[in-house]
């Protein structure tokens, strides 16, 4: 029902003219008889015009009605029906324009706020460059990087970067894929995406100075899909033998790596596979350390090659590289190919969905939440065309086209962003090879492509498959390539072709739409296009002029291109919104000329190529009369045909490949760094060779003040630890800022009268104790009180048995509170800092490790901080201009009585620390969610993490990608602590971030009836619903209501960690 704004008019029609059909004789059809029915015209337009398949069913009994009396009720019926849609229309749409103004309201005021904070209006300066000035290739079009645009521009380049050896992982999860004969078609998640990711790692597998490619995806070993998806590797073989890298080494090239994630022996569609992207992303992190360790053995020297970059394509996988970059801090790139908030926005404008319904469908607020997150943590956000910037990622609380170029201007400037970042958008056309593409000049009348040197060889089985339908093969061919789904617009290209007579005269039409065996197999949505098709091919008679055969291979494609060349045809894309086209650019290289849709991507690729006509896809006659232009003048075909030939060079893979290398390079090198190197450290937790050996390790030798005071030169350190703002060498920053940090906790210390000197340089510690335990019991139970907590971590005491006292089973506490808080609470509970080997506070901000210095008295602090954390997730964090912006939010929520105002949320300078700044709620029941409280930052171009923790009671707002599932992910990169060695107990549920802890290759215990009082409460201020946890999961287990310590030894019983 989208964009039918006459609805209404033709409602009025036919209550002004009746139904049209009491005449018992009259016909169904309006060219039988002349006599025009407005409820015949109006139902048969919006039924056939657009994807209502309830009442296009609806509308086939209605005219098999042989009762005039019936026929007439199931029409009036069918009316009101459609007036009902219209209606429902019409009050989503205003609902949507709420929202759209709401969202401006949001997004000027966080604007202004950032300008104020700032302290300085737009200068010409910070103007930049508009979007409108960005060029479809690269960046802008003033100081753009030189185009390889010769041999020799291509090996000058290629040499400058063969002393690189880059490691690059890319992530596409859903669907499909394989380096050899694609299945693109064969389902919604298995299309062009597949195709692009699976190219892009076997260019980039070729190009100099990169030694090694990972796409990693889903394995899937499902009996309905092919035994190839199942293998864990795959090698992508270079297309073209004279590859620029000379040196290959035994692990290099490009390789798909399929890691086994989500149900086993079942392809899933990629909607159901959000509960188990933890499980993914610890799988694919250790895939990523174990490969590292191998090319460090191969080319680093002995020392880890940590990947250059790990690039999401897609939401689903966008979500994972993010949880991946943060844990392993290396930069992260995005690419969308298709956003959620873009098709929310199309699907509401239908009208035929409710916001409910597109969610519970689509999963589409998870989904957008994940491409929220990818803004927080991407270096870079690759695009294919302006358009995509300017109508879709503009739609997102995180990106704002007018602030990200204040704040680039301010970068480039080296002025201080007082703690805002925004992605940078970078436009990247998708690349091509076109190596083995010779495009012929023979016809259909005459073959020139076979002489005595090189006789022509037999046609490709697929052209005989094509022409088998056509009464005369040897007219020109408009061929469109696209799944039978409503967003191609197929429909009204065949409609255009059925009632254009000299069109029809002049050509045939092919259909390429995927593969199918039988149409009652096909997905609901697919099958009632394709069945619209038949119909109208019938309906106008079309038979022999119009080919749509069942099954083509994806080494096919090819062939049909240069059948459709060959012919003299035409390629069309009449998509309504087309997000870029590669089948256009593919179509070109084989000397087609276009016509396209004038929304979105092949704006772009018109302007380059300049090989054909665009047209408006809702305009039936524009389509008919662009293609009977380009079929009935020759010269104007031959100028398209070579002028596509002439430019498609620009689209090549090199092409794309060097501005993307160029780009990765040019990023801040990221990677895990220690202040201590030994070489064991990356060894195996379980050998018993395990090295404990004494170190000088100043990340684990700091006293800290028991006081818990926040360090009074924060400020400082927050300046100095500025990554993308200052231009001062990393590796001197982190120097001053551990200096000037470490000077703030003696300080503090002796402030609180502890007069011990805390000298790193002396002080002798050992490895942490967890690298020789067999299981890491990790108690991460949420508890109301103190006494509660106690309890429960007695009752994991006591379920660990024998296995507590022999040192095989190690004990990590993670949870909200402070490290002064534990220490008060050990104390309370008569309990000592070594009876853990670790604590994570916080909210997953900080790590702490037992002092073996220390003497254990009440005045001793047995506690000693991994200062590697901090330089680990300190990327993004927004500081001290975060707390301000922070507490110029807390002021404002207040809970009005009368004419008085009470502030319900105030700072909690004692709990904030550099990393964690933290809040007190007095009124949890007032507070706006944690999706507004972030979406607030995000319009400022603030990132974090804001958790409620505490049963509401505490706001802490922690750096964006730490988080205490993040920080086992830590230990594991750090220290090597094998995940699935780890067992997690949590209650039935906890803060905003409990959701988070759940998935992966971990253990969970859920301690039935703990906890369970803010599942009301806090479950509507969470990232996702807790529906998207995999609860299901034979690595979760409850206990009983009861939940005593027999209970959670008998739920380790039964997840095989201890024995009966």
């Known amino acids: 029902m989208a964009g039918n704004d006459w609805i209404n008019s033709y409602l009025e029609a036919i209550l002004d003219v009746g139904p049209g059909l009491e005449d018992p004789k009259s016909s169904l059809l309006l060219r039988e008889r002349g006599r025009f029915s407005p409820t015949r015209y109006?139902?048969?337009?919006?039924?056939?015009?657009?994807?209502?398949?309830?009442?296009?069913?609806?509308?086939?009994?209605?005219?098999?009605?042989?009762?005039?009396?019936?026929?007439?009720?199931?029409?009036?019926?069918?009316?009101?029906?459609?007036?009902?849609?219209?209606?429902?229309?019409?009050?989503?749409?205003?609902?949507?324009?709420?929202?759209?103004?709401?969202?401006?309201l949001e997004r000027e005021r966080g604007r202004r706020e950032a300008t104020a904070d700032m302290s300085e209006d737009f200068s010409e300066g910070e103007k930049g460059d508009v979007v409108s000035e960005l060029s479809v290739h690269g960046e802008s079009n003033r100081g753009k990087m030189p185009r390889i645009s010769s041999v020799d521009v291509m090996e000058a380049w290629a040499n400058q970067q063969k002393e690189k050896k880059l490691y690059i992982v890319l992530i596409s999860l859903h669907g499909l894929i394989r380096g050899e004969n694609m299945e693109l078609g064969r389902d919604s998640d298995t299309g062009g995406q597949v195709k692009y990711v699976v190219e892009l790692a076997r260019a980039l597998g070729t190009m100099p100075g990169v030694y090694r490619v990972d796409l990693l995806t889903r394995q899937v070993s499902a009996p309905d899909v092919d035994w190839s998806y199942g293998e864990p590797t795959e090698m992508l073989t270079p297309r073209n033998s004279d590859s620029f890298t000379d040196e290959m080494g035994e692990s290099s090239g490009a390789y798909i790596v399929r890691v086994p994630f989500g149900p086993k022996d079942k392809y899933i569609a990629k909607e159901l596979l959000w509960p188990y992207i933890p499980e993914f992303v610890d799988g694919a992190l250790n895939h990523i350390i174990q490969m590292s360790k191998v090319l460090g053995e191969q080319i680093g020297g002995g020392q880890p090659v940590w990947p250059a970059a790990i690039h999401g394509h897609y939401a689903d996988a966008g979500d994972s590289a993010a949880l991946l970059s943060g844990a392993l801090n290396v930069p992260m790139l995005f690419t969308g190919h298709s956003l959620g908030r873009d098709k929310l926005e199309q699907l509401l404008k239908q009208g035929r969905m409710s916001k409910d319904e597109i969610n519970a469908t689509y999963k589409i607020?998870?989904?957008?939440?994940?491409?929220?997150?990818c803004l927080d943590a991407s270096e870079i956000v690759i695009t294919s065309t302006r358009q995509e910037i300017e109508q879709q990622w503009r739609l997102y609380d995180g990106f704002d086209p007018i602030l990200e170029r204040k704040l680039r201007a301010r970068i480039k400037r080296n002025v201080s962003c007082y703690?805002?970042?925004?992605?940078?958008?970078?436009?990247?056309?998708?690349?091509?090879?076109?190596?083995?593409?010779?495009?012929?000049?023979?016809?259909?009348?005459?073959e020139t492509e076979g002489n005595e040197d090189n006789p022509a060889t037999p046609d490709p089985p697929i052209w005989s498959e094509i022409m088998r339908f056509f009464t005369n093969p040897r007219k020109p061919m408009i061929l469109a390539l696209a799944r039978p789904d409503p967003k191609k617009n197929i429909t009204t290209l065949v409609k255009a072709f059925g009632e254009c007579r000299p069109l029809r005269e002049l050509a045939n039409l092919t259909l390429i739409m995927g593969n199918r065996d039988f149409i009652d197999d096909m997905s609901g949505t697919n099958s009632s296009v394709l069945l619209t098709i038949?119909?109208?091919?019938?309906?106008?008679d079309l038979y022999g002029q119009v080919a749509y055969p069942k099954h083509h291979k994806q080494s096919d494609v090819p062939d049909i291109y240069r059948l459709a060349a060959k012919t003299k045809g035409v390629f069309i894309n009449p998509a309504f919104i087309e997000p870029f086209g590669l089948t256009l650019i593919e179509a070109a290289a084989y000397g087609l000329p276009m016509v396209a849709t004038k929304n979105g991507g092949p704006v772009d690729i018109h302007r380059v190529l300049d090989n054909g006509l665009l047209v408006d896809p809702h305009d039936q006659q524009s389509i008919a009369d662009a293609l009977l232009k380009l079929v009935a003048d020759k010269q104007l075909w031959a100028k398209c045909r070579q002028n596509g030939l002439k430019n498609i060079h620009l689209f090549s893979w090199p092409e794309h490949c060097?501005?993307?290398?160029?780009?990765?390079?040019?990023?801040?090198?990221?990677?895990?760094?220690?202040?201590?190197?030994?070489?064991?450290?990356?060894?195996?937790?379980?050998?018993?060779?395990?090295?404990?050996?004494?170190?000088?390790?100043?990340?684990?030798?700091?006293?800290?003040?028991?006081?818990?005071?926040?360090?009074?030169?924060?400020?400082?350190?927050?300046?100095?630890?500025?990554?993308?703002?200052?231009?001062?060498?990393?590796?001197?920053?982190?120097?001053?800022?551990?200096?000037?940090?470490?000077?703030?906790?003696?300080?503090?210390?002796?402030?609180?009268?502890?007069?011990?000197?805390?000298?790193?340089?002396?002080?002798?510690?050992?490895?942490?104790?967890?690298?020789?335990?067999?299981?890491?019991?990790?108690?991460?139970?949420?508890s109301d009180t103190s006494t509660e907590l106690l309890e429960n971590i007695q009752k994991v005491f006591d379920a660990a048995g024998p296995a507590k006292t022999s040192g095989v089973v190690g004990f990590i506490l993670s949870t909200a509170l402070t490290i002064s808080e534990i220490q008060s609470l050990l104390l309370s509970g008569g309990l000592s800092a070594t009876d853990f080997d670790a604590f994570i506070c916080n909210s997953g901000s900080e790590i702490y490790y037992p002092s073996s210095s220390s003497?254990?008295?009440?005045?001793?602090?047995?506690?000693?901080?991994?200062?590697?954390?901090?330089?680990?997730?300190?990327?993004?964090?927004?500081?001290?201009?975060?707390?301000?912006?922070?507490v110029r939010w807390a002021a404002s929520i207040v809970d009005k009585k009368g004419e008085n105002e009470e502030q319900i949320v105030t700072e909690d300078e004692q709990s904030s620390t550099s990393y964690c700044h933290a809040f007190k709620v007095k009124n949890p029941a007032l507070v706006p969610s944690v999706k507004e409280l972030r979406k607030l930052m995000r319009i400022q171009a603030l990132r974090c993490h804001v958790i409620y923790c505490q049963n509401g009671t505490k706001l802490h707002a922690i750096p964006v990608l730490a988080s205490r599932s993040q920080a086992l992910r830590y230990l594991y990169v750090r220290w090597g602590v094998d995940l699935s060695n780890m067992i997690l107990f949590v209650g039935e549920c906890g803060d905003t971030d409990f959701e988070g802890m759940l998935g992966g290759v971990h253990k969970t215990v859920i301690l039935k009836g703990i906890c369970s009082s803010a599942r009301a409460l806090l479950h509507s201020s969470r990232n996702y619903p807790l529906e998207d946890v995999p609860f299901d999961s034979p690595n979760i287990v409850q206990t009983a209501e009861q939940c005593s310590s027999d209970d959670i030894r008998a739920s380790l019983v039964k997840l095989g960690v201890l024995k009966t």
């Open 658 to 782: 060097k501005t993307y290398l160029s780009r990765i390079v040019s990023c801040k090198t990221r990677h895990p760094q220690w202040q201590r190197n030994d070489g064991n450290e990356n060894s195996d937790s379980d050998s018993p060779s395990d090295s404990l050996r004494d170190i000088q390790d100043i990340s684990l030798n700091l006293r800290l003040s028991l006081d818990g005071e926040k360090n009074e030169d924060g400020a400082t350190l927050d300046s100095a630890l500025d990554s993308e703002e200052n231009a001062v060498d990393r590796k001197s920053k982190l120097e001053n800022a551990v200096l000037t940090w470490s000077k703030g906790v003696l300080r503090d210390t002796n402030k609180a009268g502890n007069n011990e000197k805390a000298d790193p340089n002396t002080i002798v510690n050992k490895f942490p104790a967890f690298r020789m335990r067999k299981h890491i019991f990790v108690i991460a139970v949420d």
């Open 419 to 446: 703690g805002r970042f925004m992605p940078r958008m970078l436009i990247i056309p998708p690349g091509m090879e076109f190596h083995h593409i010779i495009p012929h000049d023979g016809d259909m009348e005459g």
């Open 42 to 104: 109006f139902v048969e337009e919006v039924i056939t015009g657009f994807d209502e398949t309830d009442l296009y069913r609806s509308w086939v009994k209605a005219s098999a009605t042989r009762s005039p009396q019936e026929r007439n009720t199931r029409l009036e019926n069918m009316c009101w029906r459609i007036w009902n849609l219209a209606r429902q229309k019409k009050q989503l749409e205003g609902e949507e324009a709420q929202r759209m103004a709401k969202r401006r």
């Open 855 to 886: 003497g254990g008295g009440p005045s001793e602090f047995p506690f000693v901080v991994d200062l590697d954390y901090y330089s680990h997730i300190e990327y993004r964090w927004g500081g001290e201009g975060l707390r301000k912006t922070l």
């Open 534 to 540: 038949l119909k109208m091919i019938d309906k106008y």
């Open 365 to 373: 607020m998870r989904r957008i939440e994940a491409e929220e997150l």
